[in-house]
């Protein structure tokens, strides 16, 4: 299969809302919004974070109803600790602390207002330790 792009989608209640929200605190830029869709590209061409209204009929049964809770997306940034301390002062729910993972990540978690879950996520180095315990060093 040759990608010519990805897309996730959550169903939630509000669309307005919600692409209000994705736009203001994550930045990202609406491509379409109608009253039951909407679609914020994530910064790549062809890549793109969609919403589709509980209940449309354009999902398939029994996926209209379901919660967006337990399920999550991670965004790559430049600087983790700078959207932490942006997101933080936007009054955005914080779910988790900044973190340095031996594995690589900076990260944390926020929750959006439908309850889903965004990891918020910076590459960097890997431990020694780390790499050596799971035989890349």
């Known amino acids: 299969m040759q990608l010519n792009g990805f897309g996730a989608c959550v169903v939630v209640e509000d669309i307005a809302e919600t692409t209000a929200w994705w736009k203001r605190h994550l930045q990202l830029t609406v491509t379409i919004e109608l009253d039951w869709f909407s679609s914020l590209n994530v910064g790549v061409p062809g890549y793109e974070m969609s919403f589709v209204k509980r209940g449309h009929e354009s999902t398939p049964e029994p996926w209209r109803a379901q919660e967006p809770a337990g399920s999550m997306v991670g965004l790559m940034v430049a600087d983790a600790a700078a959207e932490y301390e942006r997101l933080r002062e936007e ?3 914080i ?4 973190v340095d993972e031996e594995f690589g990540q900076r990260h944390f978690y926020i929750e959006d207002l439908n309850g ?10 890997p431990s020694a330790e780390w ?6 060093a």
């Open 91 to 93: 009054g955005v729910k």
């Open 95 to 98: 779910v988790t602390e900044l």
């Open 116 to 125: 889903f879950l965004i990891d918020i996520i910076e590459a960097i180095p």
């Open 131 to 136: 790499l050596a315990a799971n035989g890349l």
